[in-house]
């Protein structure tokens, strides 16, 4: 069965601070990891899909990267408005169920 | 562009009572359609997913069922709602055309049973 462990559950950082979310998975047949931006309230937003390890992918302040066993979502001078939920899933075997991580609460204080 | 709608936002029904959630889904054909459940401290559960018209997978054994009567409209329902079935539910959308393509949310349905 597939596995995805976020970590920190919460975290909280002053505008400016830069720092790492990690998304560790285990799955048969990797097709695709995908991250997901969530305000309260809301739905899940999607951010990126990485589909090999060594690949990378930018949106302004936003960094995700992929390795054989885990995920990284790197925060550069992060803002208050980066303050949110976000979701990990990875995409495995032959069919279309995503498995989603309990994701990681971010507050940014400015 | 496409976009995804569900209906209503919030909902407080009875024990008992039934219930028919709605997602319709504009600016593609014959997309692939989703339903999940977010209760607090968990992940999201995927309840039902749907290939094409007619054409229903489920995921979790309970008493909710999901219909696509329509290319673009997915349906969750139930006859009697139960405790349990309280949450924050989710209808998503992805392209049919390849398998490993993300899937878009709609901004959900918060269910409370009293």
């Known amino acids: 069965e597939d596995q995805v462990t976020q970590s920190p559950e919460a975290l909280r950082l002053q505008e400016g601070e830069s720092s790492s979310l990690n998304c560790s998975y285990t799955v048969s047949g990797l097709r695709g990891l995908f991250w997901y931006r969530q305000d309260p309230g809301k739905g899940p937003e999607f951010l990126f899909t990485?589909?090999?390890a060594g690949e990378e992918k930018e949106k302004e302040r936003l960094k995700a990267t992929l390795t054989k066993k885990e995920s990284f979502l790197h925060i550069t001078a992060p803002k208050p408005e980066d303050s949110a939920t976000y979701l990990c899933a990875v995409l495995g075997g032959s069919n279309y169920k995503l498995t989603f991580g309990k994701g990681t609460l971010l507050t940014v204080n400015p | 562009s496409q976009t995804i709608h569900q209906w209503p936002a919030t909902l407080v029904q009875p024990v008992g009572s039934p219930l028919s959630l709605e997602c319709t889904v504009e600016g593609t054909s014959n997309p692939n359609l989703y339903w999940y459940r977010q209760a607090a401290g968990r992940g999201l559960q995927l309840l039902f997913y749907s290939v094409g018209i007619g054409q229903i997978s489920s995921e979790v054994p309970q008493n909710l069922s999901a219909s696509r009567p329509q290319d673009r409209q997915f349906i969750l329902s139930s006859k009697k709602l139960l405790l349990s079935d309280s949450g924050f539910y989710l209808c998503?959308?992805?392209?049919?055309?390849?398998?490993?393509?993300?899937?878009?949310f709609g901004d959900g349905t918060r269910l409370s049973i009293l």
């Open positions: 990485l589909y090999s």
């Open positions: 998503a959308w992805s392209m049919a055309t390849v398998s490993n393509q993300p899937q878009h």
